[in-house]
């Protein structure tokens, strides 16, 4: 079952539904309307926040479901699936792929990376995904025993390439350099970009703010004119 997972999202697009407090669209009833909507659109697979976002998706689409749980600890910079807390809560909320921070930083709790994914293959039948910022990180996460890497963080770490563009050299050097599916997720704003991420070897796309946060998509254009006008 979880090889024919991995194989439904080959060179096909995972839309990310997720939505911040400070939102217009944040709420479980929300997610699952865009869940609905990128089902209707073709997307092969979601990734949701939050256990309640899980379930409503769940209930509403068949879609393999990546799964996470954003949770802050004071004094920690990791908080995508930060501890075996969230992890436990992610899978019991119907999670078919787990997505983890899998960099090289701090994480809060009493069990370290390594530790948590012996934890997992121990007690759970779920995939696990590395959301990673840096090629180390990624050729790390492989010896660990993730089943998937992502390149989710790559500009979001201090010490990560900060660009504007998606990290296209972090999925040409990971895809040719693991045996393991690269997801290519992170600033992806086109279908240009999503088709040079396959080019660089990317397994599938995941992309999230512009397909799901309207708000955010309505400033690009407004930002554009205002632009142009004063120009």
Request: glycine share 6%; charged share 25%; aromatic share 8%.
């Amino acid at each position: 079952m979880s090889h024919q997972i991995i194989e439904s999202l080959k060179g096909k697009l995972i839309v990310s539904c997720q939505a911040l407090e400070d939102e217009p669209f944040f709420g479980s009833e929300f997610m699952a309307r865009f869940a609905i909507s990128a089902d209707k659109g073709n997307a092969v697979g979601i990734r949701a926040n939050t256990p309640s976002d899980i379930m409503a998706i769940r209930k509403v689409t068949k879609l393999p479901l990546i799964g996470l749980w954003k949770k802050d600890y004071d004094g920690y910079e990791v908080y995508i699936t930060p501890t075996m807390e969230e992890v436990r809560c992610v899978i019991e909320a119907g999670a078919d792929i787990v997505a983890m921070d899998a960099t090289f930083r701090d994480r809060p709790g009493d069990m370290n990376l390594a530790e948590i994914v012996q934890e997992v293959r121990r007690n759970f039948n779920v995939l696990l995904m590395a959301d990673v910022s840096t090629f180390e990180e990624g050729i790390a996460a492989e010896r660990l025993g993730f089943d998937v890497i992502s390149t989710t963080l790559s500009g979001y770490t201090p010490y990560s390439p900060q660009r504007e563009e998606p990290d296209f050299q972090l999925i040409a050097n990971l895809s040719r350099s693991v045996k393991i599916p690269v997801m290519a997720e992170g600033r992806i704003h086109s279908p240009e970009q999503a088709i040079q991420c396959l080019k660089e070897g990317a397994y599938a796309v995941v992309i999230g703010g512009a397909i799901t946060r309207p708000h955010a998509i309505t400033k690009k254009y407004t930002e554009a004119m205002e632009k142009f006008i004063h120009c």
